[in-house]
């Protein structure tokens, strides 16, 4: 006998739980790609997209997960032996500095470690340093998603100004886009990456960069920019097929169109909301099940922590364990310790994580975190009490 039969439940950090209607919106016969309905309904997702990430400037879109969205976003603002800061703060922001270096851009690391937002005093020291401006861009995420944390994007544009600058912001969002509040215009972010498969809903397989016009004048001399990330003809296609550089990812495009309706019907404020009170109730079982035992949150500070995804501690082997039995005795799929580790076995047994983001609400909170508390019970793994009783407050608080 397993309790896990039924619906299963995946709480991983990305790809994200993906609603019915978008699915439905994609079970359907191959479209034309030259003309009619696809066209018209591809255009409408520009708008759209721009005022989720709540920008007036531009948007290229791909066929690519982030990884590809990185790579874009370099392609069209670096030049073979240019210099970037890189400003870690987990397994992702180096990841993106890694694909700059292949390209043969020359990376200044700053790493915060794997509990810690960005120092803004150690950025501003790199940069005054930085005397003849060599430094074209800085890297960050908004929120790296191997530690949870969230990185206040208004404070290293502030750095940038305090110090005169003129290095291109570059944010990586595709953890929180659509879960924790974004503002591209208004926080003065020059580029900003993220791939529909998180807080978009949408089955993996399509990246978005959005560019101001300064970062599009640097595009104008950028020598690593290539002919598939080229940003310039999937801006303002002249032809259908320049958004794409080839055929449409016709399906995906049915999808997210649905995703992004689901979002603005909503309200963009109100998602985030949903997502603020979401994160909060299992932040509240988290500190309940500490009381009494190994099980911590990983970001100590609740205002540097993401409301899309919770990275734990619990020691290894327990993390590990904790999945295991979650998935086969309870139907439910959480994300591993990814990044958490050692160099030479990076994801930790000791680490596990909760995805909180996108099509998600109380009712699947409650089901996961108790699905948690079972498992910390059945494995005999030492935990305080009460940590349902904690979640279902805050729900019931909207607090
Ligand atoms: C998921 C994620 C990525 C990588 O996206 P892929 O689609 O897996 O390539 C990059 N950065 C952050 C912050 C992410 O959460």
């Not at 721009?50 to 976003?73: F, L, P, Q």
């Not at 080229?230 to 049915?254: C, I, K, N, S, V």
């Not at 904690?390 to 607090?399: L, P």
Request: charged fraction near 20%.
């Amino acid at each position: 006998m397993s309790l896990s039969n039924g619906r299963h439940t995946l709480a991983i950090p990305g790809p994200s739980v993906i609603p019915e209607a978008v699915l439905q919106a994609m079970h359907r016969p191959a479209p034309n790609i030259y003309t009619g309905a696809l066209i018209d309904m591809t255009h409408s997702l520009v708008p759209d997209l721009k005022s989720i990430a709540r920008t007036g400037h531009h948007v290229a879109m791909y066929i690519a997960n982030g990884h590809g969205s990185w790579e874009a976003a370099l392609s069209n603002t670096m030049s073979r032996g240019d210099k970037i800061l890189v400003l870690a703060t987990g397994r992702f922001c180096l990841g993106w500095g890694e694909i700059a270096n292949r390209m043969g851009v020359e990376t200044q690391i700053l790493d915060f470690g794997r509990a810690s937002d960005i120092d803004t005093d150690a950025m501003a020291e790199a940069l005054k340093a930085d005397k003849f401006h060599e430094i074209k861009a800085v890297l960050a995420v908004q929120v790296d998603t191997s530690t949870s944390v969230k990185n206040d994007v208004t404070a290293l544009r502030k750095v940038l100004d305090d110090i005169g600058h003129p290095a291109l912001l570059m944010i990586d969002s595709i953890a929180c886009l659509g879960c924790d509040a974004f503002e591209m215009d208004a926080w003065g972010v020059d580029v900003m990456v993220t791939g529909c498969q998180k807080g978009l809903m949408t089955p993996p397989g399509m990246s978005f960069v959005f560019f101001n016009d300064k970062a599009d004048a640097v595009r104008e001399t950028a020598n690593c920019v290539s002919h598939y990330w080229d940003w310039r003809p999937r801006m303002a296609p002249e032809m259908y097929f320049q958004y794409w550089d080839g055929t449409a990812p016709t399906h995906h495009l049915y999808g997210l169109r649905v995703a992004l309706d689901m979002i603005i019907e909503e309200g963009l404020e109100a998602v985030w909301a949903r997502h603020q009170t979401l994160a909060h109730g299992v932040w509240a079982a988290c500190d309940a099940w500490g009381q009494g035992g190994p099980l911590a949150m990983n970001i100590k500070d609740p205002s540097k922590r993401s409301h899309a995804v919770t990275s734990i501690g619990i020691g290894a082997p327990y993390g590990t364990q904790l999945r295991t039995w979650l998935t086969q005795e309870a139907g439910v799929t959480l994300g591993i310790g990814l990044g958490m580790g050692t160099d030479e076995d990076p994801n930790s047994d000791g680490y596990f994580r909760i995805g909180h983001m996108g099509h998600v609400n109380a009712h699947m909170m409650l089901g996961t975190l108790g699905a948690i508390d079972a498992g910390l019970k059945a494995l005999e793994i030492p935990h305080g009490p009460n940590a349902i009783e904690a979640a279902s407050t805050v729900y019931a608080k909207r607090a």
